[in-house]
C-alpha cells in the first residue's frame, strides 16, 4: 500500500512537471513561430519610426535594452551582495539586542519589498528620480528606479546562497588564520557564486521584460539615447507601444519573439559561466 502511494504521488509530481513544461514549451513556441516570420535583416539595422504604422524595426529598441541592464545591474549589484553578506555574515553574529532587532526589519523590509508591484517602483521612481531630482524621463531615472526593483531579489537570494555554504567552510578557514574578511573573499563567496549570479540574472531578466515601471520613468522615445539623461525605449516596453498604440501587431509579436530568445541564451550563458567557474573554484 506505502509502495502504490508512492508511486502515485511521484506519477502526480511528473505530470505537474511536465505540465509545466509544455506549458512553457507552447507559449514560447507560439511567440517564437508567429514572430520570425516577420524577422528580416532590417529588423535588426533600423530604429522604430514612430506613427500607428509601426514602420521601421528594432535596433534602437535594443541598444536602449542594453543600455539599461547595464546600468542598473552596475547599481544595483554591489548592493544587493553587499547587503546580503552583510546580513548573512556580520549581522547574525551581532549579539547586541538593539542590531537584532534591526536585522530582523531590515529582512522584513527586504522581504516585504520584493513582493511590491512593479508600478509602485515606478511611481517611486517617479516622484524621486524624475521629478524631486530632475533627472527627467531618462536612462538614469529608469536605472535607478530598476534598481530599486531588483536589489531586494539580489539581497534574498546572496543570502540564501550564502547560508548554503557549510559552516565547516567558515571555521576551517579561520583555524587557519584567516581574517573574516578573507574567508568570506577567497573561501565563501567563490562558494555561492552560483547561487548569487542566479539572483543576479533574475533581476536581469526581469529588467529586460519589465514594462510598467519604464512607463513612467525611461520615457518611450523610439530613438537610440545619447546620454544618460536622454530618453529611449525598451524591447518590452516598445513592445506594448506596437500592441496597444500601433497596428503593427505583426511588428509586436516579432519584437517579443526576439525578447524571448534573448531571455532565454542570456540565461543559458550565465549558467554556464557560472558552472565552469565553480568547476574551476572546486
Known sequence: MRKLVQNAAFTVFWMAG?????????????????????????FFTTSPRGGLSGEGGIQS???TTVYLVVLTLLVATPLGVGAGIYLVEYADQARSGFMKRITSAARFGVETLAGVPSIIF???????????????????????????LIIPVIIRTTEEALKAVPDSYREGSLALGASRWETIWKVI????????????????GRIVSETAIFFVTLGGSYRTPTSLLASGRSMALHVYYLAMETRAFDKAMATAAVLVVLVILMNLSINMISRRITRDTR
Open 189 to 204: 563567496l567563490p562558494s555561492a557564486f552560483p547561487g548569487i549570479t542566479t539572483g543576479i540574472v533574475l533581476g536581469a
Open 61 to 63: 529598441t535594443i541598444i
Open 18 to 42: 511536465l505540465g509545466a513544461v509544455l506549458i512553457m514549451l507552447s507559449v514560447v513556441g507560439y511567440v517564437v513561430f508567429k514572430g520570425f516570420a516577420d524577422i528580416t535583416p532590417e
Open 122 to 148: 515606478g511611481l517611486f521612481g517617479y516622484a524621486l528620480f524624475v521629478t524631486a531630482l530632475k533627472l527627467g524621463f531618462s536612462l538614469a531615472s529608469a536605472a535607478l528606479a530598476g534598481s530599486c
